[in-house]
Structures are given as structure tokens and as C-alpha cells.
């Protein structure tokens, strides 16, 4: 087997430099270091980083108050927003960013102030393509496709750059569309030599290998862009990030192999690949693909990583001499499901082993055994610590509800439903319960759940709100669950308060029902209670102002007023004014003709004018006459009429309005 490592392979001098400054300054300095965002593209090499003391953050904000610190910008280089604001906040800047980004950084910037449009061509999220966005006040115009280009609007004056570690081909095609959107264009190619010599060299070596391993991170861009330059010319292209991840049985096949590096491959990892391949040969190449294998037995929980996927099968890597088959009833319970909605190629996962060999050589695994036995351990952890659980409502069944809980099958008694007695269970299917397990038995495979224990804990602590904070003279809603002879007693939220049929209203009544009725929402007045007894005494008629007060405030003697009779009897008739108060029309009082009694005349419901003849604060009594409001009314529409008047007859008739 020959082996081919391309030229530029690994670290460029951006990152290079950024990683020597950074070693220097962990070495030489004891105070904190931060890195904003991860230094290098390479979870290796930013573990490594790690473990030295550099502490990674993705915000300013996260350093805090803490003194002594420092900050490394990295290669990608930041918006000048976020240098203003680590200046402001007077933090020690160690400032490695790449010299050949921060030549795009002044570039743009300076075009921008002579009012160019700004375009760059790369990728949106990547940070240096936001870095470098941050220097024309965020409002560049950012391409990496054809479409892109295609449809942005004609301007003025347009400045063209490109995140430095972009393919040539694609800066020419699009840079090529973008100068026709401008009157004046200026385009500058802004792709790291290094770059391109490193995407040359890895051209040139995948056209001569049978295979290509390309190594560095896998949200690395210029390594994904080193992959996608291998396949053109290459059939067989392998992205891996360490050692751990070359696909020893496939590469023996191979004669020649190429290798190349991303820019943010340290030295060592490139080493330990060449010095795996070089020393694998033949029976050494047998051997070290044997040494590699994992032992698996059946029942093993084992990590895999997912080869492709399939509308019916995932095929898994789990590093043992025959790969993984995970059959769709395997992956999950449900017959419907799709494999590729649930599972992605590249995607690493726990598997169970079912069968080591399915008759054809293959290793039949499961993912959704493996969930029901994380499944099994999150339910009892539940149950021993009296958590609540979320379960869904599947069915029901007899003697209660079928629900689902982590994907595990319970049941839930129709007594254990609600602290009320339920008589029809079927507006429960499907919906999404709050529950507690009472019963469990993981050896007889049974989960029983109650809500009525999660309403009876809601219930307690509601009551126990309620009493530690109620006060006397306190107004608080309620609902009116229940009427008696009695009074009305009211809902405050877990405990029910009377209100007394003398507290219902400022009027005499017979039955509460003349006030309240059941299920009406009231505000009410607390007037005492008695924890230990559980009694609250409430008030409703407290709550709005006494009839006589607002009576005797608005009501004069000699005031004509308006009112509805209520009671008649042989010796007068009881009108109620619109205070709420009564008041007693004596029959003298009715009319200047006699009257036998009351009802000959009147009728209860009548509304009528009465004037207000006498008012007796200390016995809360009011005198009315209906006929002396006749007699102020006859006066008032004489002197309404013109010196030669027609003469008035105001009847008692014309005073009174008919229920």
C-alpha cells in the first residue's frame, strides 16, 4: 500500500500563529484566559486546549465581573462591535486573528465608508463571514450560491470579497454574476494563498489514489471544502477527525491512498493516521482491523455510528467485523414511522444487541430496546423519588385508562383519575396527563399512575396558600358551589366560606337564590375564620356600599325620587328606592281621594314617583307620598304653560308605570 500526503497539509499560518500565541500566553500567565468561541476547528485540539486552563465562552458577557482575565480573539477574527465592547469593559485583548482576515476586515470598512455596497461570498453562519459583516456595519449582502447571487438588486457602487478559505471556482462564478449588479464593481480576491495552494495539492493527489482520507473537524469549512475537491476526482473520500474513525477493513482493499488536512489539523493527529497506515500491510493490516474489533455479546449496549439509512433499515457501524442492522420494528414501536425521520447518516448512537448474526453476516441491532431500558430506570427514579410524570392517554379499557409514560405501557384506575367521580372515561383518550406512580414492578412489567394524587397535592397546597394568606376585611373571588335554607357557601380555592343569608344582601330575602346562584363567580369580604375549626364567615352585601349611607347622601326630604314597590299591605305599600332602601307609603298618602287599601290602587312591580316626606336617621325609616308628588308635578306643568293656560288634571295613573 503506498501512501501520498498531499503538500499544506494541516495547521495554515493563520491558525498556526493563533495556537503558538495562545500556548505562550497559558504558559507564561497566571491570570484566566478565555478563548471567544472555540480557538481551532478541532474538538481534539480544543479539548487538549482545555485541559491546559483556556476556558471557552461564545459570549463577552460570560467573563462577568472577574478580574485578571484575558480574552483570545481567534483566527477567524471578530466584529468590530464585540472589540468596542471588550475595550469598554477594559479586558486584556489577545488578538490572533489571522492577518489575512484582518487585511478583508480593513478592506471592507474602508469601502464601506466611501458608501460601496458590500458583498462577501462564503457562508452565512461561519464566524469569520460574521466577523468580517461586523465591519461594515452588519449590512453586507452575504452569497454562496448561484441563486444567491442571481437575485440581489441592482446598485450603485458594489465591493467584492470572500471568506479566505473559499474554492476559486466558486468566488470566479459567483464574483462573475455579482459584476453585473453594479454600476461600478471593484472585486477583490480575498481566498488565503495557503488556502488555495492546500486545495490544489489535495486536487492533484486524488487524482492519482485510489482513496482519499481527508482529516479535520466536521464543521470545519475549508475541510468539508477539501473533502468536496476529493470527491471530483476521487470515487473514495473519507472525512474523519481522529485515528479512532479509519474505516480499516474498506482502506486494505485500496493500493494507493492519498491524505490531506484541514487547516485546523494539528501535527499529532495527522501523525498518528500516517503512522497507522504505513505500518498496516497484509497480515498486519488483518491483524490491526482484528486488534480493532470491539467484542460484543448479545445484550451488550454497544455505540454505533450510523453508515446510511434506508426507508426500512439503518445499517450501523459498530466497530466489530460485520456491521449492524437495525430493522424498522426494531427502531421503534410505532409501524408508521420512517427511518430517516428519526436517524441521519453520520449520526452516533447506543444500540442493543439482539442477534450477532442474522444469517447473512450482519448483527441485528435494536435502538428502541435500548430506550425502554433508559426508559424503565427514568420511570422507577420517578417512582422512588415521587416525582410526577407526563402520560398519555391511550385507550380505555376496562376498569380504568391505558396510557403511555417514556414510551412504556401503564395503567391508570378510573378511581385514580380526578379527586370527582368520573362517569364517562372517553373524553380522557389522548390527552396528556399530570400523574404520580403509586404501583411499580419492574420484574411484572407494571406502572400504575393516579392524578387524583396530583389534584389532592394541588388541593393541599392550594388550602395552605389560602390560609396563610387570609386576613380579615380582605376581598377575595370565589365560586358559589352550593345553596342552602341557610346561606351560600362559596369555592376560595380549595376551601369554601359561608356566606350567611343576612350577609347575602342589604335587603330582607327568603332563599339565597334571590342573590347568587350556583357556579357564579362573587367577590366577597372575609369577616372572620377559625383555622382549626376550617370555617370562614364571608360577607357579600360588605362588598358594595350600605343603602342607607348611599341614601342618606343622595336623598333629601322633599326630593321627589323614583321606586318600585315590593310589599303591599291594609295599612300602606313598601317602595323600594334605586339605594336599595324601603320606604313606607302610608294609604293617607296614596291619593286626595280615599283609598280602602293599598292593592286597590297599586300593584307589586309598579314603578312610581314618590316624594320624600319624612326621614328618620336613628330608626332608618323614610315617610313617602304619591300624592304629593301628583300635587309637585300638577304645580310643575302650570307654570310651565303660558299665561293663558289650559287647566291640568294629573291623575294618579299618570304618576304610576305598570309592571
Given at each position: 500500500m503506498e501512501i501520498i500526503l498531499a503538500d499544506k497539509a494541516g495547521f495554515c499560518f493563520g491558525v498556526k500563529r493563533a495556537v503558538e500565541m495562545t500556548e505562550k500566553e497559558l504558559k507564561n500567565s497566571d491570570d484566566k484566559i478565555y478563548s471567544l468561541g472555540p480557538l481551532i476547528h478541532n474538538p481534539q485540539a480544543v479539548k487538549k486546549f482545555e485541559e491546559k486552563g483556556l476556558k471557552t465562552i461564545d459570549e463577552i458577557g460570560?467573563?462577568?465581573?472577574?478580574?485578571?482575565?484575558?480574552?483570545?480573539?481567534?483566527?477567524?477574527?471578530?466584529?468590530?462591535?464585540?472589540?468596542?465592547?471588550?475595550?469598554?469593559?477594559?479586558?486584556?485583548?489577545?488578538?490572533?486573528?489571522?492577518?489575512?482576515?484582518?487585511?478583508?476586515?480593513?478592506?471592507?470598512?474602508?469601502?464601506?465608508?466611501?458608501?460601496?455596497?458590500?458583498?462577501?461570498?462564503?457562508?452565512?453562519?461561519?464566524?469569520?463571514?460574521?466577523?468580517?459583516?461586523?465591519?461594515?456595519?452588519?449590512?453586507?449582502?452575504?452569497?454562496?450560491?448561484?441563486?444567491?447571487?442571481?437575485?440581489?438588486?441592482?446598485?450603485?457602487?458594489?465591493?467584492?470579497?470572500?471568506?479566505?478559505?473559499?474554492?476559486?471556482?466558486?468566488?470566479?462564478t459567483l464574483s462573475h454574476i455579482v459584476k453585473d449588479k453594479g454600476d461600478e464593481v471593484k472585486i477583490f480576491n480575498t481566498i488565503c494563498n495557503a488556502t488555495n495552494q492546500r486545495q490544489e495539492a489535495c486536487k492533484e493527489v486524488a487524482k492519482k489514489v485510489d482513496a482519499m482520507i481527508v482529516i479535520g473537524g466536521y464543521h470545519s469549512s475549508n475541510t468539508k471544502k477539501l473533502a468536496d475537491i476529493s470527491k471530483k476526482y476521487c470515487e473514495h473520500v473519507y472525512?474523519?477527525?481522529?485515528?479512532?474513525?479509519?474505516?480499516?477493513?474498506?482502506?486494505?482493499?485500496?493500493?494507493?491512498?492519498?491524505?490531506?488536512?484541514?487547516?485546523?489539523?494539528?501535527?499529532?493527529?495527522?501523525?498518528?493516521?500516517?503512522?497507522?497506515?504505513?505500518?498496516?500491510?497484509?497480515?498486519?493490516?488483518?491483524?490491526?482491523?482484528?486488534?480493532?474489533f470491539t467484542t460484543i455479546r448479545r445484550g451488550d449496549i454497544v455505540k454505533g455510528k450510523v453508515i446510511f439509512v434506508t426507508d426500512n433499515e439503518v445499517m450501523v457501524n459498530i466497530n466489530y467485523k460485520s456491521d449492524g442492522i437495525i430493522t424498522k420494528d426494531e427502531l421503534s414501536n410505532d409501524p408508521d414511522v420512517n427511518p430517516k425521520d428519526l436517524i441521519n447518516q453520520g449520526d452516533e448512537i447506543?444500540?442493543?444487541?439482539?442477534?450477532?448474526?442474522?444469517?447473512?453476516?450482519?448483527?441485528?441491532?435494536?435502538?428502541?430496546?435500548?430506550?425502554?431500558?433508559?426508559?424503565?430506570?427514568?420511570?422507577?427514579?420517578?417512582?422512588?423519588?415521587?416525582?410526577?410524570?407526563?402520560?398519555?392517554?391511550?385507550?380505555?379499557?376496562?376498569?380504568?385508562?391505558?396510557?403511555?409514560?417514556?414510551?412504556?405501557?401503564g395503567f391508570m384506575p378510573?378511581?385514580?383519575?380526578?379527586?370527582?367521580?368520573?362517569?364517562?372515561?372517553?373524553?380522557?383518550?389522548?390527552?396528556?396527563?399530570?400523574?404520580?406512580?403509586?404501583?411499580?414492578?419492574?420484574?411484572?412489567?407494571?406502572?400504575?399512575?393516579?392524578?387524583?394524587?396530583?389534584?389532592?397535592?394541588?388541593?393541599?397546597?392550594?388550602?395552605?396558600?389560602?390560609?396563610?394568606?387570609?386576613?380579615?376585611?380582605?376581598?377575595?373571588?370565589?365560586?358559589?358551589?352550593?345553596?342552602?335554607?341557610?346561606?351560600?357557601?362559596?369555592?376560595?380555592?380549595?376551601?369554601?366560606?359561608?356566606?350567611?343569608?343576612?350577609?347575602?344582601?342589604?335587603?330582607?330575602?327568603?332563599?339565597?337564590?334571590?342573590?347568587?346562584?350556583?357556579?357564579?363567580?362573587?367577590?366577597?369580604?372575609?369577616?372572620?375564620?377559625?383555622?382549626?375549626?376550617?370555617?370562614?364567615?364571608?360577607?357579600?352585601?360588605?362588598?358594595?356600599?350600605?343603602?342607607?349611607?348611599?341614601?342618606?347622601?343622595?336623598?333629601?326630604?322633599g326630593d321627589i325620587v323614583e321606586g318600585i314597590v315590593v310589599n303591599l299591605l291594609d295599612f300602606g305599600a313598601f317602595v323600594r328606592l334605586k339605594e336599595g332602601v324601603d320606604g313606607l307609603l302610608h294609604v293617607s298618602q296614596i291619593s286626595k281621594e280615599h283609598v280602602n287599601k293599598p292593592s286597590d290602587v297599586l300593584n307589586i312591580g309598579d314603578k312610581i314617583k314618590v316624594k320624600v316626606i319624612d326621614i328618620n336617621g336613628e330608626d332608618k325609616k323614610i315617610s313617602l307620598s304619591l300624592k304629593d308628588a301628583i300635587e309637585a308635578e300638577e304645580n310643575e306643568n302650570e307654570e310651565s304653560l303660558p299665561v293663558e293656560k289650559e287647566e291640568i288634571d294629573v291623575t294618579i295613573g299618570d304618576i304610576i308605570e305598570k309592571n
Open positions: 460570560e467573563i462577568g465581573e472577574i478580574n485578571n482575565s484575558k480574552v483570545v480573539i481567534r483566527s477567524h477574527g471578530v466584529s468590530k462591535e464585540v472589540v468596542d465592547k471588550m475595550v469598554e469593559q477594559n479586558l486584556d485583548i489577545i488578538d490572533s486573528t489571522c492577518p489575512y482576515v484582518k487585511s478583508v476586515h480593513k478592506k471592507v470598512e474602508e469601502f464601506h465608508k466611501q458608501g460601496y455596497n458590500i458583498v462577501i461570498v462564503g457562508d452565512k453562519n461561519h464566524p469569520e463571514i460574521i466577523g468580517i459583516n461586523g465591519w461594515c456595519n452588519n449590512e453586507a449582502f452575504i452569497i454562496n450560491s448561484e441563486e444567491e447571487a442571481l437575485n440581489l438588486p441592482k446598485m450603485d457602487k458594489v465591493c467584492v470579497v470572500s471568506q479566505t478559505t473559499n474554492t476559486q471556482e466558486k468566488f470566479i472525512h474523519i477527525e481522529t485515528k479512532d474513525e479509519l474505516p480499516l477493513e474498506e482502506l486494505k482493499k485500496f493500493n494507493k491512498i492519498g491524505i490531506t488536512a484541514g487547516a485546523s489539523t494539528p501535527d499529532w493527529i495527522i501523525k498518528e493516521v500516517i503512522e497507522i497506515m504505513e505500518n498496516i500491510n497484509n497480515n498486519e493490516m488483518l491483524e490491526a482491523i482484528e486488534s480493532s447506543d444500540v442493543y444487541v439482539v442477534k450477532l448474526d442474522d444469517g447473512e453476516g450482519n448483527v441485528v441491532l435494536s435502538t428502541k430496546r435500548v430506550d425502554e431500558f433508559k426508559s424503565w430506570d427514568i420511570i422507577e427514579n420517578s417512582y422512588k423519588e415521587k416525582e410526577r410524570v407526563e402520560c398519555k392517554v391511550l385507550n380505555v379499557v376496562k376498569g380504568g385508562l391505558s396510557v403511555l409514560v417514556h414510551g412504556i405501557n378510573a378511581s385514580q383519575i380526578s379527586l370527582n367521580y368520573v362517569s364517562d372515561l372517553n373524553p380522557y383518550k389522548g390527552k396528556t396527563l399530570i400523574a404520580k406512580i403509586i404501583d411499580f414492578d419492574r420484574s411484572r412489567r407494571r406502572i400504575i399512575l393516579s392524578r387524583k394524587e396530583v389534584e389532592r397535592e394541588e388541593l393541599n397546597n392550594k388550602r395552605k396558600e389560602l390560609w396563610e394568606s387570609l386576613e380579615v376585611d380582605q376581598i377575595r373571588e370565589g365560586v358559589v358551589q352550593r345553596l342552602t335554607d341557610f346561606g351560600a357557601f362559596v369555592d376560595l380555592g380549595g376551601v369554601d366560606g359561608l356566606i350567611h343569608i343576612s350577609d347575602l344582601s342589604w335587603n330582607r330575602i327568603k332563599h339565597p337564590s334571590e342573590v347568587v346562584t350556583e357556579g357564579q363567580r362573587v367577590n366577597v369580604k372575609v369577616l372572620s375564620f377559625d383555622k382549626e375549626k376550617n370555617r370562614i364567615s364571608l360577607g357579600l352585601k360588605q362588598t358594595v356600599e350600605e343603602p342607607w349611607v348611599a341614601f342618606s347622601k343622595n336623598v333629601s326630604i
